[in-house]
């Protein structure tokens, strides 16, 4: 009787104190601080220094005597960078409204059982596996009015054929849509056809016994339920859209002239090889205002969705 009762002592106060964390507990904490002070420092440390710098007079190198908004209303007055908002609001436009449509037509195409599924998958998938780099510079030669396409459609016979939307200022934008929409297309329809995967098949069921088409049921019950993969599609091509910069570099370095700039370009121009990093400063926080106006809500209704839950 007296060891139980000396053991229930013991458990009473070993239960009384705080547990002792062991090495164990402690390393994958240990482990992931680095990581998590280099985030910090230097994802959200640098936004922030990004944020100050575009308050001053920064030329060459960074300095601290604040003018205000000076640098914004530089930055609002500056024809190359309304010819880049221009360009962002065409191209990111087109690129994601293409993008969802041709996504959702090839996820409905795959979901249909068809033979060789993984294998058209892979093929539709394989574009995204590429860097926009690649994709620009197999584009440039595509696009090319000497060696592309126009080149081998007068070489079939048509001799008036003429494509030469890459010289042309007023088009050049609309060859950097068709390169983004081809590599990103297959990645929505990867995003859709999970989508589809996951939707109740009692639900598709139950349509086609009230004798509902297969037309009418994707329209009135399939895709409706999809608009969660709808907002996460429309905030990544959003996001993708905002920061091009690779693509335009290597297809057309934003020429002819700067006709095809759009804001990542501008940016890196005036901040790195023109030495007006105040100015390409106030560019940068401009995109991340953009992103930050797509992303808020995204995260508000994914949040306020858990706590319905």
């Not at 106060?13 to 705080?18: E, H, I, L, S, V």
């Not at 959200?44 to 060459?60: C, D, E, K, P």
């Not at 205000?68 to 962002?88: C, H, I, K, P, T």
């Not at 121009?269 to 930050?292: D, E, N, P, Y």
Request: proline share 4%; hydrophobic share 50%.
């Amino acid at each position: 009787m007296n060891k139980i009762a000396a053991k229930a002592g013991s458990g009473a106060t070993q239960a009384g104190r705080p547990a002792r964390l062991s090495l164990a507990d402690w390393m994958p904490k240990i482990v992931m601080a680095p990581t998590a002070v280099a985030a910090i420092v230097c994802i959200y440390g640098y936004m922030i220094w990004t944020a100050v710098l575009s308050f001053t007079n920064s030329r060459m190198l960074p300095t601290y005597k604040f003018v205000g908004f000076d640098q914004y209303e530089r930055l609002f007055m500056n024809d190359r960078w309304m010819v880049a908002l221009s360009n962002l609001g065409v191209f990111g436009g087109l690129f994601i409204l293409i993008c969802l449509f041709l996504g959702v037509m090839l996820a409905i195409f795959l979901d249909q059982k068809i033979r060789a599924e993984g294998a058209i998958r892979t093929i539709y998938l394989y574009p995204m596996a590429i860097s926009f780099i690649v994709t620009g510079t197999a584009w440039k030669w595509l696009l090319n009015p000497t060696n592309g396409i126009e080149k081998m459609m007068i070489e079939f016979g048509f001799e008036d054929f003429r494509f030469n939307w890459l010289s042309d200022p007023d088009m050049v934008v609309y060859c950097l849509v068709i390169a983004a929409v081809w590599q990103a297309s297959g990645f929505v329809m990867a995003l859709f056809l999970a989508g589809l995967r996951g939707v109740d098949g009692e639900m598709i069921k139950a349509a086609q016994l009230d004798g509902a088409s297969t037309f009418t049921t994707y329209r009135r019950i399939i895709l409706p339920s999809l608009k969660p993969v709808f907002f996460s599609a429309l905030v990544i091509l959003s996001h993708i859209a905002i920061k091009s910069f690779d693509l335009v570099a290597a297809l057309t370095n934003g020429g002819p002239g700067y006709s095809s700039d759009l804001p990542a370009n501008f940016m890196y121009a005036h901040a790195f090889t023109r030495s007006q990093i105040g100015l390409g400063a106030a560019s940068a926080m401009v995109m991340l205002g953009c992103v930050l106006a797509i992303l808020i809500p995204y995260l508000y209704s994914e949040l306020r969705g858990e706590r319905h839950e």
